[in-house]
């Protein structure tokens, strides 16, 4: 039973979020970024993430927002997520050091930055529940 205790701790650590795939649960180390200076910056400048890393970025509310690529050279994929905690988009591959706008087309309350190709390799799929503590009103609730 330790480790099944150590699961369900590291299920709901802030730095880390589960996604649940029909693969079973794809966790991923995060860095928070749940100010607005911290969402600003977000991944920008950074040259390397390591497979299974990410940014989170989390807002109080479920909104509609929109990413862009300016100054960042890592390609990414964005997954947006609603207040449920459920995957309601996501943006693959998308351009290093674009000023496009990449909106969520849904209303997000948390989003994820992964490696570009992580959604696709990892079966990471719209209406896929996620576990984190920063989640509103989660389907899938940290224990």
């Not at 749940?34 to 390397?48: K, V």
Request: glycine share 6%; hydrophobic share 45%; aromatic share 6%.
């Amino acid at each position: 039973t330790l480790l099944l205790a150590a699961g369900h701790a590291a299920a709901c650590d802030q730095n880390q979020i589960d996604i649940r795939t029909a693969n079973g649960v794809a966790p991923y180390s995060v860095e928070i970024a749940d100010d607005h200076a911290e969402r600003a910056r977000g991944l920008m400048f950074r040259e390397r993430m390591a497979r299974d890393a990410g940014m989170l970025f989390v807002y109080p509310s479920g909104r509609e927002v929109a990413f862009w690529m300016k100054n960042t050279p890592l390609p990414l994929d964005i997954i947006y997520i609603n207040e449920r905690g459920v995957i309601c988009d996501i943006a693959a591959n998308t351009t290093p050091y674009s000023e496009a706008s990449i909106p969520s087309n849904c209303a997000a309350q948390t989003v994820l930055e992964v490696n570009a190709g992580e959604a696709q390799a990892a079966g990471l799929r719209i209406g896929a529940p996620v576990r984190h503590p920063s989640v509103v009103n989660p389907a899938w609730a940290c224990e």
